[in-house]
């Protein structure tokens, strides 16, 4: 089974395409991660858990929900961390994760992606965007012939630099850059409520049409990227930059 966690659909689309090679379910935790409920998860096929890659490990809330669900049927677990260019060592915080949960860890595959996070970096439009996620396609096609042939995911050997940015700079980068604070909403607002309905963490409320954002933000990006009128910014870092979202190709 295939489940999935995504800000800006890159994931989402990595596990959609997993899912058709793999003849495989797919299954969405957003409302999971936003209920705050344990998932209760049966499969006798290998447990495929596609995320993004946040302060070069899994998103904090993504590894939340697979700590405190269940996981019956088969013991083996792939990760594939979708990811703007590196994953540093994340590989080892997955496998320690699997062994927290009783799984068997098939190690991780990083897949490089469009670079979503337009409150720090610039993001590409989307003609380059287009050619980052044709690029990645093979690289999903060889994870998935991997899964079916039952084979563990390749190895790589994190260095010093990869130790670094998954552990302390990790922790530094929760600590003092993952605020909501930022966000500030133009009179271009159109009051659809998107943003609202998109938070994985249920983070926005909306007051006289307009969105407010509270302190639980993993900045996913969903409400900035997804805003039809363009009208959100984080400070002065995200202006005049094109907004970054994935196409949903479902087919
Ligand atoms: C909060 C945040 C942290 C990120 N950290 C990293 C990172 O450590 N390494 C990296 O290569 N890309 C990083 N990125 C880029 C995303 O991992 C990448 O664009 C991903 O494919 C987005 O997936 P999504 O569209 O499913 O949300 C980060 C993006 C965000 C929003
Ligand atoms: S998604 Fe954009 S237009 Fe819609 S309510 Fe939020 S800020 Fe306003
Ligand atoms: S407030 Fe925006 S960036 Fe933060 S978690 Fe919600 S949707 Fe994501």
Known sequence: MILFFSGTGNSRYCAHMLARLLDDECRDVFHLIRE?????FVSGKPWVFVAPTYGWQLPRVFESMIRSSSFSGSRDAYFVMTCGEDIGNASAYNRKLCQEKGLHDRGTLPVVMPENYVAMFSVPGPEEAAQIVAAARPTLERGAALIRAGQEFPHHKAGFVDKLKSGPVNTLFYRFLVKAKAFTVSDACISCGKCQKDCPLG???MEGGRPVWGKQCTHCMACICGCPAQAIEYGRASRGK????CPDEQA
């Open 36 to 40: 705050g409920i344990a998932g209760e």
């Open 203 to 205: 983070n926005i409320r």
């Open 242 to 245: 094109p907004r970054y979202q």
